[in-house]
């Protein structure tokens, strides 16, 4: 980041929302979590190329960078048409979104040598890692972003010509935190509901399968 830019939800301690970690995290993976109740605010453009050049910077599988991504701005007709292959729970929430972005993968690994092209078994790995970059810097940009797989694939490769060979993964839906009071009742309720994860220690082993793991607190 070239330039200290004080993050939006500083200005909303109301709807701070940091994960209540066992263990120390740091602040941008701390303060980030997935809302539903977005501003209308544009995201501006170079905060837009900004979080899209996070995810080009993800690691991949030999390189490979099989992500790709389809942004949509709000009051424009690829916007409507990103919004309909939504998920009805999910079109409920994400009219005022700034911008919605589908993630795709490119699922075919190249022919190398006397090896044929075959399917890219890290594809899908690989688009989690560049949106999990794209998420981090949007959280330093006072940003947020909620992803989504209630979509219809289908309809998405339809209204966008997809080719063949690129899978539809994610909807993103990305912008600054709004008002809770603008969401359908039940919404508001899971807006300001507790966070929660499994025990690190359901998670985490040492040594062997199911061998708890000695470096955590019991
Ligand atoms: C791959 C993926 C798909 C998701 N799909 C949806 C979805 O369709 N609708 C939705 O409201 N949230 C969706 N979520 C958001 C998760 O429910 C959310 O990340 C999870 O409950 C943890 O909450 P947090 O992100 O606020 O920590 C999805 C998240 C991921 C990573």
Redesign the pocket.
Known sequence: MRTAIPPQDAERPDRD?R?PSDYPLTDLLAR?????AFAETPVEPEKLASVLEAARWAPSSSNLQPWRFLVTRRKTDAFDALRAC??R??QS?TERVPVLILTLADTLLPAKGDKPAAEHAYALHDV?LA?ANLTVQATALGLFV??????RPDEARAAFGIPETFRP???LALGYLGDPAALPAELQERERAP?RRKPLRELVFEGAWGEAAGFLEP
């Open positions: 929302r994960a980030r979590w997935s809302p539903r939504l998920a729970g999910n929430w989690g949106v909620h992803q989504m797989a209630g979509f993964v994610t909807v966070r």
